[in-house]
């Protein structure tokens, strides 16, 4: 079985750096990811707080990891803080500022799932903003991943290869409908920091209403999101109605990131 806390930080860190992400900021609550983020940081590739609640007020840093019961402690509380800090800090620095929520989540290309070169997001978000001059926001929407587990995989791609596959049919139950319907909509995002407003968890407004915001297609680019890592239940079978549609089009990166652990 896949470890949650064994190498899924590093192969999340190098997988991403092999799509053409240039800098990481990772805001953690109690440094418990320091261990795994140290060399990173030392290469100059990931800007780390190792515990932002407490970087905002102390009694923040309680409530996120010390609140007794621990089904009390908030452990996002300060999520919408970070990413509005994130994309500020980045103004003047990078081009583009692309938030993922956690180490579940993973972007992917469907494309690169069928024998083509890897193609570096930057060089996809160039193609995009042409054909859009104006564009200040990219919408991303996602594709939940989890189920039963295959036995041995070394990494997540390989051990979690069915999606939730969010689809509408005619004979769907309310129910299933009304688990559809939460992910049909946008889940992360990409954004020019200088032309932003604000940015809220799953959403960002443009700074002038002439400005675009561009819904990509999950056929481009999508956020892969492992809801049952580090879980000893099936959140994708207990919260969204099962992961059972297969999906294998991120095998590809399992050769490459296990190539690359230290």
Not at 111 to 117: A, C, E, N, R, T
């Amino acid at each position: 079985m896949l470890k949650f806390s064994d190498k899924y930080v590093e192969d999340w860190i190098n997988y991403h750096l092999a799509i053409g992400i240039e800098h990481f900021t990772v805001f953690d609550t109690d440094g418990s990811y320091e261990p795994y983020v140290r060399s990173y940081v030392d290469r100059g590739f990931v800007s780390y707080h190792p515990r932002f609640p407490k970087e905002v007020a102390s009694k923040l840093s309680l409530a996120s990891t010390r609140a007794s019961p621990r089904s009390e402690r908030r452990q996002v509380l300060l999520e919408p803080h970070a990413i509005e800090l994130c994309v500020w800090e980045n103004r003047q620095v990078s081009d583009w500022v692309v938030v993922v929520h956690n180490m579940e989540e993973y972007l992917h290309s469907p494309f690169l799932g069928k024998g083509l070169p890897v193609v570096k997001l930057p060089e996809m978000i160039k193609t995009w903003a042409g054909e859009v001059p104006s564009v200040a926001v990219f919408e991303i929407f996602q594709e939940p991943m989890g189920g039963a587990g295959m036995d041995g995989g070394s990494t997540i791609f390989s051990r979690w290869t069915h999606k939730r596959g969010l689809e509408f049919s005619e004979d769907a139950s309310m129910k299933g409908a009304e688990e559809d319907a939460v992910h049909f909509q946008p889940f992360a995002f990409i954004v020019d920091p200088i032309n932003v407003l604000q940015t809220a968890v799953h959403l960002a407004q443009a700074r002038a209403d002439d400005q675009a915001v561009v819904s990509i297609s999950k056929d481009n680019l999508r956020m892969n999101h492992y809801v049952d890592l580090g879980s000893n239940r099936s959140r994708c079978q207990e919260e969204l109605g099962g992961c059972e549609v297969q999906d294998t089009s991120l095998l590809w990166a399992e050769e490459m990131v296990l190539y690359l652990r230290g």
